[in-house]
Structure formats: C-alpha cells, structure tokens
C-alpha cells in the first residue's frame, strides 16, 4: 500500500501576544463598509497607521466576497495587532471556495481573473489582497465536514 501525505493548508502565524478584536456583522451590503471602518479604526488607534488604506482595502474586498459569494448570516472579522503585523481573519458560514471565478491562491498577481472582462468591476478581490498583503490563505473548519472558512491575511509595513 502507498502512503500519500498532502500537506496542510496554509496557516497564518498567529502572534502570541497582541491586542484582540472582533467585528461580527450580518451578512448584508452594508457589512464591507462597516468592516472597513472598523480596521481603519483599529489601525489608525494601533501601531500601525501606516497599514490603514491597504488593510482597509484588503477587508473591504475579502468581507465583499463573502457577502456576495455565500449565503452565511453572519461575517466575522477578527484582528490581531502587534508591534511586528496586523493579522485580519474573515470568516463566513459557507465552506466553500473563497472567489467563485478567478485564480487559485498563490499563483501571483495577474491584471484580470483568466478569461474574465478587463475591464469588468468584479473578480480581482484576492488579486488585489495578494498584492497588498505579505502573506494569505484560506483555511476550512470543520474537517471531513466542513462548516466554516476563514480568508486571512498579514499586514507588515514595509521597509523603506
């Protein structure tokens, strides 16, 4: 019998010590506005204001995707703050992929979703995180049965 190991999807470091938040908003058009606003509040209180317009940037497109790609009543946004980076987890109700159409994570920033319109409004959510951000995934939970999925991604200022 052959073994086969995969290996497990990625997962962010999560700090041990920083300062906790969380934002659970119902599952509505209005839920990546307030989520913006409540990282930029969080960031613009923190060590880090120089991450508040990419972190509010990258919330506002992963807490969109939610809402538009999943029927979960609620969205939960967690963050983490420490003197090194800003760690921002959204989590929905749905198990499912994070971007219906477009590339997969991690094959790099490309200009539009493959076979998509350039110059269409939707469909570069992930593009957008995966230029913005230092690191990102997604994670399912629940095991062999899923309930649940978090888009996370790592904000590190960078070095002038």
Same mark, same amino acid.
């Given at each position: 019998?052959?073994? @086969?190991?995969?290996?497990?999807? #990625? ?9 906790r938040?969380? $934002? ?6 209005? %839920? ?6 409540? $990282? ?10 120089? $991450? ?24 939960? @946004?967690?963050?983490t ?5 800003? !760690? ?10 994070? !971007? ?12 539009? %979703? ?12 992930? $593009? ?5 951000a ?11 049965? #899923? ?14």
């Amino acid at each position: 019998m052959t073994s @086969v190991t995969a290996s497990p999807p #990625p997962a962010p470091y999560l700090p041990q010590r920083g300062e906790r938040y969380r $934002l659970v908003v119902p599952n509505a058009p209005t %839920a990546p506005r307030i989520a913006r606003d409540f $990282l930029g509040t969080v960031l613009r209180n923190s060590a880090h204001p120089a $991450l508040m317009d990419d972190g509010r940037l990258c919330v506002s497109e992963v807490v969109s995707n939610a809402h538009s790609h999943t029927r979960s009543v609620r969205i939960r @946004v967690d963050v983490t703050v420490n003197r090194h980076q800003v !760690l921002v987890y959204v989590t929905d109700d749905e198990p499912g992929p994070p !971007l219906k159409p477009g590339p997969l994570p991690g094959t790099g920033p490309q200009s539009q %979703a493959p076979g998509g319109d350039p110059h269409a409004e939707h469909g570069r959510g992930l $593009l957008i995180v995966d230029s913005l951000a230092g690191r990102w995934g997604t994670t399912t939970h629940g095991g062999s049965s #899923p309930h649940a999925k978090t888009v996370w991604f790592v904000l590190v200022e960078r070095e002038m």
